[in-house]
C-alpha cells in the first residue's frame, strides 16, 4: 500500500450517482486530491448505474435535465447545446425535458474528466469498518485510516425473487449478466417480464421488436405517476416538516416515506409505449409457480390459471436497503443505532450516523440509506445534491421536533 493510500480525510464507499456527487463537491472545496477517496468495487465511476440502465433498455431518464452530476443545475443543458444535441432533451408534459441516457452518461463523464474524479478511485470492495479514533476501513485490497467516510452504496445489490421463480436458465433477473436486453432472449421468444415499475416495463418494451409476444405480468393493476414522489420532496422545508417532525428512525418516519414513495409506478410517457407495442399486452395475476416443460416454461397464477411461455424476466427491485451485510457490519462494530426496520439513525443536520450513545460518528450517508433524513428522492439523483449540502455544509442544529426554516 503507497503511503498516499494509508490515510485520508474523506474516503467515500461507492463510486455512484452519488458518490460520485460527492467526490466532486469535496474537489471542489478546499480538500487536496490526497485527502480523497473512493472505494468502489468495481472500480469505475457510474459503472453500476450504467449496466442497470442498459441493462432494462432504458433510452431517456426519468427525471429532468438540472439533475445531474455536475455543479450547475444547467450544465447538463449548457453542454447538449454545445454539442448540438438539444434533441436529446425530451419534452415531457407537465414536467422539464429529460434527457437520453447517452447524453446524461457523457456529460457526466465529461464532468468526471475535467474534475480528475477517475483518479481518486481505487477497485476494491470494502468489508468493515472499525476504530475509536480515525476510522479504519477494511477492503479487499488491505486497510485505509480515514478521518470521515461517506457510506454511497447505493441500493441493495441482493435483488428480490420470488419464491414461486426457483433457478432455471430461463428465469433470470433483469439485473442478472448478460446486461443488454437483445441479449436476454432469442428471437421469436414468448417473453414474461414479472414486476409493475419503470424498469419492468421499461424492459418489457425494449424486448418487443426480438420477441414473439411479451406479457407484463404484475401482481396488481398499473399505476401511472410522473415521478417517483410529490415534488415537493425536493425542498429541505417540506422535508423537515414531514420527517424531521418524527423521532430520528422511527416508525412513524418509515411509514411516512412508504406512504409518499410511489413505488412501482410508470411515467405516462413509457405508458404511451406499452399501449402502441402491439405484441405487448399487460395482465395482472399473482404467479405462483413456474415449472420447466418440454415446450418451455408452465406459469400458474393463484386462481390456477395456466400460462406457456419461453423466458421470464424479474423485474421485482431489490432487498431492504436496511439489510445489506455491510450495514449490519458496520452498525454492529461501531455500535451505530439503528431504528425501525434497521433504519440507520442520522443526525438532520449533518447526516452523521449516531452511535447508540447519542454521539455523532464520523460515518456520515447518503443515497436510499439515508432516506430517514433525506426524505422519499434520498436514493434518486437530486437525493446526491442535498446530502451534499447537509454533509458538507451543515445547518445549524435545531430542535428535533420542531419545523425548521428552509435551507438556502
Ligand atoms: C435503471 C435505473 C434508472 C434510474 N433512473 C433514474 C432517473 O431517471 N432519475 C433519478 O433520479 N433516479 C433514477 N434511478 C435511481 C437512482 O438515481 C440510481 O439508482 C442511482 O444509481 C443511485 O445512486 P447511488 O450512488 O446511490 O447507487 P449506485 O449507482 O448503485 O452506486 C453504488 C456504488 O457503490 C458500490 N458499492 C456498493 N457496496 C460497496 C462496497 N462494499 N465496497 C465498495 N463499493 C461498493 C457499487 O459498486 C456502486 O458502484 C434509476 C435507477 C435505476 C436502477
Same mark, same amino acid.
Given at each position: 500500500?503507497?503511503?498516499?493510500?494509508?490515510?485520508?480525510?474523506?474516503?467515500?464507499?461507492?463510486?455512484?450517482?452519488?458518490?460520485?456527487?460527492?467526490a466532486?463537491?469535496?474537489?471542489?472545496?478546499?480538500?487536496?486530491?490526497?485527502?480523497?477517496?473512493?472505494v468502489?468495487?468495481?472500480?469505475?465511476l457510474?459503472?453500476? $448505474?450504467?449496466?442497470?440502465?442498459?441493462?432494462?433498455?432504458?433510452?431517456?431518464?426519468?427525471?429532468?435535465?438540472?439533475?445531474?452530476?455536475?455543479p450547475?443545475?444547467?450544465?447538463?443543458?449548457?453542454?447538449?447545446?454545445?454539442?448540438?444535441?438539444?434533441?436529446?432533451?425530451?419534452?415531457?408534459q407537465?414536467?422539464?425535458?429529460?434527457?437520453?441516457?447517452?447524453?446524461f452518461?457523457?456529460?457526466?463523464?465529461?464532468?468526471?474528466?475535467?474534475?480528475?474524479?477517475?483518479?481518486?478511485?481505487?477497485?476494491?470492495?470494502?468489508t468493515?469498518?472499525?476504530?475509536?479514533?480515525?476510522?479504519?476501513?477494511?477492503?479487499?485490497?488491505?486497510?485505509?485510516?480515514?478521518?470521515?467516510?461517506?457510506?454511497?452504496?447505493?441500493?441493495?445489490?441482493?435483488?428480490?425473487?420470488?419464491?414461486?421463480?426457483?433457478?432455471?436458465?430461463r428465469?433470470?433477473?433483469?439485473?442478472?449478466?448478460?446486461?443488454?436486453p437483445?441479449?436476454?432472449?432469442?428471437?421469436?421468444?414468448?417473453?414474461?417480464?414479472?414486476g409493475?415499475?419503470?424498469?419492468?416495463?421499461?424492459?418489457?418494451?425494449?424486448?418487443?421488436?426480438?420477441?414473439?409476444?411479451?406479457?407484463?405480468?404484475?401482481?396488481?393493476?398499473?399505476?401511472?405517476?410522473?415521478?417517483?414522489?410529490d415534488?415537493?420532496?425536493?425542498?429541505?422545508?417540506?422535508?423537515?416538516?414531514? #420527517?424531521?417532525?418524527?423521532?430520528?428512525?422511527?416508525?412513524?418516519?418509515?411509514?411516512?416515506?412508504?406512504?409518499?414513495?410511489?413505488?412501482?409506478?410508470?411515467?405516462?410517457?413509457?405508458?404511451?409505449? #406499452?399501449?402502441?407495442?402491439?405484441n405487448?399486452?399487460?395482465?395482472?395475476?399473482?404467479?405462483t409457480?413456474?415449472?420447466?416443460?418440454?415446450?418451455?416454461?408452465?406459469?400458474?397464477?393463484?386462481?390456477?390459471?395456466?400460462?406457456?411461455?419461453?423466458?421470464?424476466? #424479474?423485474?421485482?427491485? $431489490?432487498?431492504?436497503?436496511?439489510?445489506?451485510?455491510?450495514?449490519?457490519?458496520?452498525?454492529?462494530?461501531?455500535?451505530?443505532?439503528?431504528?425501525?426496520?434497521?433504519?440507520?439513525?442520522?443526525?438532520?443536520?449533518?447526516?452523521?450516523w449516531?452511535?447508540?450513545?447519542g454521539?455523532?460518528?464520523?460515518?456520515?450517508?447518503?443515497?436510499?440509506?439515508a432516506?430517514?433524513?433525506?426524505?422519499?428522492?434520498?436514493?434518486?439523483?437530486?437525493?446526491?445534491?442535498?446530502?451534499?449540502?447537509?454533509?458538507?455544509?451543515?445547518?445549524?442544529?435545531?430542535?428535533?421536533?420542531?419545523?425548521?426554516?428552509?435551507?438556502?
Amino acid at each position: 500500500m503507497s503511503a498516499r493510500d494509508s490515510e485520508v480525510t474523506w474516503l467515500i464507499v461507492g463510486g455512484g450517482i452519488h458518490g460520485t456527487y460527492i467526490a466532486r463537491e469535496l474537489k471542489e472545496s478546499d480538500i487536496t486530491p490526497d485527502d480523497l477517496m473512493v472505494v468502489d468495487s468495481k472500480g469505475e465511476l457510474l459503472a453500476s $448505474f450504467r449496466r442497470k440502465a442498459r441493462a432494462c433498455g432504458m433510452e431517456t431518464l426519468r427525471s429532468n435535465y438540472v439533475q445531474h452530476i455536475g455543479p450547475s443545475p444547467f450544465g447538463l443543458e449548457r453542454f447538449a447545446e454545445a454539442k448540438v444535441r438539444d434533441d436529446e432533451l425530451i419534452s415531457t408534459q407537465n414536467s422539464q425535458p429529460r434527457p437520453t441516457l447517452d447524453l446524461f452518461v457523457e456529460y457526466a463523464e465529461q464532468v468526471i474528466e475535467r474534475f480528475d474524479l477517475q483518479e481518486l478511485v481505487r477497485e476494491a470492495t470494502v468489508t468493515g469498518i472499525s476504530g475509536d479514533g480515525p476510522l479504519i476501513v477494511e477492503t479487499t485490497t488491505g486497510s485505509i485510516r480515514a478521518a470521515n467516510v461517506v457510506l454511497a452504496v447505493g441500493p441493495n445489490e441482493r435483488f428480490n425473487r420470488p419464491a414461486w421463480a426457483g433457478d432455471m436458465d430461463r428465469v433470470s433477473h433483469v439485473w442478472d449478466e448478460p446486461t443488454a436486453p437483445p441479449e436476454r432472449i432469442e428471437d421469436g421468444e414468448r417473453v414474461w417480464v414479472i414486476g409493475g415499475g419503470t424498469t419492468a416495463a421499461q424492459f418489457a418494451t425494449s424486448v418487443a421488436d426480438q420477441a414473439a409476444s411479451v406479457v407484463l405480468c404484475s401482481r396488481s393493476p398499473l399505476e401511472i405517476a410522473l415521478r417517483e414522489a410529490d415534488p415537493r420532496w425536493l425542498n429541505w422545508q417540506y422535508i423537515t416538516k414531514q #420527517l424531521h417532525s418524527l423521532p430520528p428512525g422511527s416508525q412513524a418516519r418509515y411509514d411516512r416515506l412508504r406512504k409518499a414513495r410511489k413505488k412501482g409506478t410508470i411515467p405516462p410517457y413509457l405508458q404511451r409505449e #406499452l399501449d402502441k407495442t402491439d405484441n405487448l399486452e399487460h395482465h395482472h395475476e399473482e404467479l405462483t409457480m413456474v415449472l420447466e416443460t418440454r415446450d418451455g416454461l408452465r406459469l400458474t397464477g393463484e386462481q390456477g390459471a395456466v400460462h406457456q411461455a419461453d423466458r421470464v424476466v #424479474l423485474a421485482t427491485g $431489490f432487498e431492504s436497503v436496511y439489510d445489506q451485510p455491510l450495514v449490519e457490519r458496520i452498525a454492529s462494530k461501531l455500535e451505530l443505532e439503528r431504528g425501525h426496520r434497521g433504519m440507520p439513525v442520522l443526525e438532520d443536520s449533518t447526516l452523521a450516523w449516531r452511535t447508540r450513545d447519542g454521539e455523532c460518528s464520523r460515518i456520515f450517508v447518503t443515497g436510499r440509506l439515508a432516506e430517514g433524513s433525506l426524505g422519499a428522492f434520498a436514493g434518486n439523483i437530486p437525493g446526491a445534491r442535498r446530502a451534499a449540502e447537509r454533509i458538507l455544509n451543515p445547518q445549524p442544529q435545531r430542535n428535533p421536533h420542531q419545523a425548521a426554516s428552509p435551507s438556502p
